[in-house]
């Protein structure tokens, strides 16, 4: 058997569902054993967690080399990021640390490998790969929250200081109050305190919520709905390349050459 017949198999196994799934019940359980060795164990089992903890990074060992071995370019494999972060935490895992002056980095290594689910499981990358692509415009969103939070916590401050110095003493701490009213957290305790002194600072409040909980948060969500969108019919235009169909855009390509030829042909 040839190195492209290995290829192919390896290539078989690391796209077979059974072994992505077999790959994510071992990471769950490797959470798991990270929660257990929170609580107070008896040495023998402290010795069957060691043990169990060597066989999950031999076995992540043996996944990320399924996953190399199955590339087609091998090169390829380490442009993706996710792919460098699998192996950093393979490979760091394989240091024996526990009685070292690091061992509180090489718990905290173990329990970053719950992130490896991400990488193995592609509708997740999509959720966090769309997040991230998200943020550029959900930053305005946010930079126009806090203007929001500024004016009325200096209005709050103007107003309601003399009511109650805890709450609304300065700036500082009536941002803090004002994310609890957000929040919604005993916010109309806040409220019927002030409605003592002025039985209109309802209306405050009331706008204020409608401001941040609601319309921003709706333009939140909108954002982050719009871009996964986009992220998904990216995916599905990269996934039909690779099965030789036709995309829109390749169509529309096909349409302005077809153009060109046909003004080319006038023309002469």
């Given at each position: 058997m040839n190195f492209q017949s290995?290829?192919?198999?390896?290539?078989?196994?690391?796209?077979?569902?059974?072994?992505?799934?077999?790959?994510?019940?071992?990471?769950?359980?490797?959470?798991?054993?990270?929660?257990?060795?929170?609580?107070?164990?008896?040495?023998?089992?402290?010795?069957?967690?060691?043990?169990?903890?060597w066989g999950i990074t031999l076995l992540f060992l043996m996944e990320i080399t399924i996953r190399f071995l199955g590339e087609e370019h091998k090169a390829n494999f380490f442009k993706s990021g996710w792919n460098i972060f699998d192996s950093l935490i393979v490979l760091v895992s394989l240091v024996p640390i526990e009685d070292s002056d690091i061992a509180l980095v090489g718990r905290l290594i173990r329990i970053f490998r719950v992130l490896r689910m991400i990488s193995i499981i592609p509708e997740l990358r999509l959720l966090l790969n769309s997040l991230i692509k998200a943020l550029p415009q959900l930053g305005y969103v946010v930079l126009l929250m806090f203007i929001i939070f500024y004016i009325y916590a200096a209005v709050g401050t103007t107003f309601f200081a003399h009511i109650n110095q805890d709450l609304w003493g300065d700036i500082a701490i009536s941002l803090?109050?004002?994310?609890?009213?957000?929040?919604?957290?005993?916010?109309?305790d806040v409220m019927y305190e002030t409605m003592a002194h002025y039985?209109?600072?309802?209306?405050?409040?009331?706008?204020?919520?409608?401001?941040?909980a609601f319309a921003?948060?709706?333009?939140?969500?909108?954002i982050v709905v719009n871009v996964?969108?986009?992220?998904?019919?990216?995916?599905?235009?990269?996934?039909?390349?690779?099965?030789?169909?036709?995309?829109?855009?390749?169509?529309?390509d096909e349409i302005k050459a077809l153009k060109e030829l046909v003004v080319l042909g006038n023309k002469q």
């Open positions: 290995f290829q192919q198999t390896f290539l078989r196994i690391r796209s077979h569902k059974v072994f992505e799934l077999f790959i994510v019940s071992v990471i769950i359980f490797s959470a798991l054993m990270v929660g257990a060795k929170t609580y107070n164990l008896s040495d023998q089992l402290k010795f069957v967690l060691l043990w169990l903890d803090l109050t004002l994310f609890r009213v957000m929040t919604f957290e005993d916010w109309t039985s209109f600072s309802w209306i405050y409040f009331i706008s204020f919520i409608f401001f941040t921003f948060l709706n333009m939140v969500i909108g996964l969108e986009e992220e998904n019919q990216r995916v599905k235009e990269l996934q039909d390349r690779e099965q030789g169909k036709a995309t829109l855009e390749d169509l529309r």
